[in-house]
């Protein structure tokens, strides 16, 4: 037996062997000829080949010339490396050379299995310039299946064969999700669930929080059989991008949805963007109303500029189903690129006012949130008052319910450091539930205080909160606005 953390502390193998006795054996395939040294991933690095297969005593390693490897060349490596489509090929992204010099000009068809499979030029190379060898990086092995686009589905990983991904035993969030949408270059996460099948099959373990360190997806992988599979939607081509959570960001867009190859994602001019159009993107990335639009709220233009004025009327459910004007735009002046924030897609159901009652957010589809370990307390539901523009938290307590439905698991240590409800929300299922039962005051509240109980009165005026000014109040008035909040005096 060998233990992985062993092995990663540059031991030799022989150093980390302990006698066990097991049914279970460890097979591994590697590849014969090609490898990637110095990157970041298994799947980046600088290009090396190994030259004379025939005779394996004078076999060694040379680097490649930039010169000599194309795109279809590229195409190949990262196909026999069991990685996805090359995404970037720039000489010297991992490196000088080191490793001798590669003599053939390689000349693949972009089909074959292996490279040393393509035809080579017939003229020898000794000399590559520096920063001149191949930099390949490979994208992950990832993508959606049985979905209603590209963007939704199963999710399957790669490695040696495609497998589902396992939900059960790493749970995963919305929020850590998003990664996988950003592999497969589509938008924002819309939704996450898992689906229960009939029997048990060989999965993919991903650690959610290994890939969210940083780590490519194919590195966190690990055999596993289970009979919960991780299902994915995510928008097809709008993304919210350095915002603070999945409902806010710069606006991208992805233009030329016909032509895979040559799509890119775009910001958007502030002038072409309005109240409407904002509306069909939040709706399209599953989250509420918009609450701010606003240029340069984060971050300046960094993709090229979509180049058409935006003119939905609202109701459309795709920013690109909507109708755009004729004339083109190729810039933007700083700071005016699309900044928008929505709302959170949170609602309290069931209660004598929309203040009052089950606490549900909507991913994909709206369900009650499920109170793991009975641990909310006023404070979060304080949070959802907030979002809700209902007043102070009055009450905050578990309903049990008998049921089957699909519910949200919601940890109370992830809602105050998550700045969206949303982003915590995990699907689960269960016999017994406890339900959250919120009940906010509709019309007043304390702010700026030490505690709940303390603060500047405010109350609300239509869409306004206000100021309360007391030169007249006396204990009295004041004893009943307690009584409203609940609170004792």
């Known amino acids: 037996m060998m233990t992985s953390g062993c092995l990663h502390s540059k031991y030799a193998l022989r150093g980390c062997a302990m006698s066990y006795s097991t049914s279970y054996t460890l097979e591994i395939t590697c590849s014969d000829s090609v490898r990637l040294v110095n990157g970041t991933s298994l799947c980046s690095g600088r290009l090396e080949v190994k030259s004379n297969q025939s005779n394996q005593s004078n076999q060694r390693w040379s680097s490649v010339c930039e010169a000599d490897f194309d795109q279809q060349d590229a195409e190949v490596v990262c196909r026999e490396l069991g990685c996805g489509a090359p995404s970037v090929l720039q000489g010297a992204l991992y490196g000088e050379v080191e490793a001798p010099v590669w003599t053939k000009e390689f000349q693949c068809g972009g089909h074959e299995s292996a490279l040393l499979d393509c035809r080579s030029s017939g003229s020898d190379r000794n000399t590559c310039s520096p ?105 097809d081509s709008v993304r919210l ?131 793991l370990n009975s641990l909310w307390t006023l404070r979060e539901a304080a949070l959802t008052c907030t979002e809700l523009d209902c007043g102070s938290v009055v009450s905050v307590r578990q309903k049990e319910e008998s049921s089957d439905e699909l519910v949200w698991v919601m940890t109370a240590g992830c809602v105050p450091s998550a700045p969206f409800l949303k982003d915590c929300a995990i699907p689960t299922s269960s016999f017994y539930t406890p ?24 109350m609300k005026h239509g869409d306004d909160w206000r100021p309360v000014y007391g030169h007249h109040w006396s204990l009295r008035d004041a004893a009943v606005f307690c009584k409203e909040l609940d609170y004792l005096l």
């Open 241 to 371: 991008v350095d915002g603070t959570s999945l409902c806010s960001g710069r606006l991208e867009v992805k233009s030329n949805q016909s032509n895979q190859s040559n799509q890119r994602w775009s910001s958007v001019c502030e002038a072409d963007f309005d109240q409407q159009d904002a509306e069909v993107v939040c709706r399209e990335l599953g989250c509420g109303a918009p609450s701010v639009l606003q240029g340069a709220l984060y971050g300046e233009v960094e993709a090229p500029v979509w180049t058409k004025e935006f003119q939905c009327g609202g109701h459309e459910s795709a920013l690109l189903d909507c109708r755009s004007s004729g004339s083109d735009r190729n810039t933007c002046s700083p700071g005016k690129a699309v900044g928008l924030t929505c709302s959170e897609p949170v609602r309290l159901v069931g209660g004598s006012s929309r203040c009052a009652g089950t606490l549900e957010v909507k991913q994909g589809e709206w369900r009650p949130v499920y109170d």
């Open 131 to 235: 920063g001149k060898a191949v930099g390949l990086t490979c994208s992950e092995p990832v993508r959606l299946v049985g979905g209603s686009s590209r963007c939704a589905g199963t999710l399957e990983v790669k490695q040696g064969e495609w497998r589902p991904v396992d939900n059960f035993k790493y749970i995963w969030s919305q929020k850590k999700a998003n990664v996988f949408c950003r592999e497969v270059d589509c938008g924002s996460a819309v939704s996450v669930k898992w689906i229960k099948e009939s029997s048990r099959r060989p999965v993919w373990a991903v650690t959610s929080d290994c890939v969210q360190s940083g780590s490519a997806v194919r590195d966190c992988v690990r055999s596993d059989s289970s009979l919960y599979i991780l299902e994915i939607t995510c928008s």
């Open 435 to 458: 339900n959250i039962q919120i009940t906010c005051s509709e019309s007043v509240r304390l702010v700026g205080g030490s505690g709940r109980c303390t603060g500047a009165l405010e």
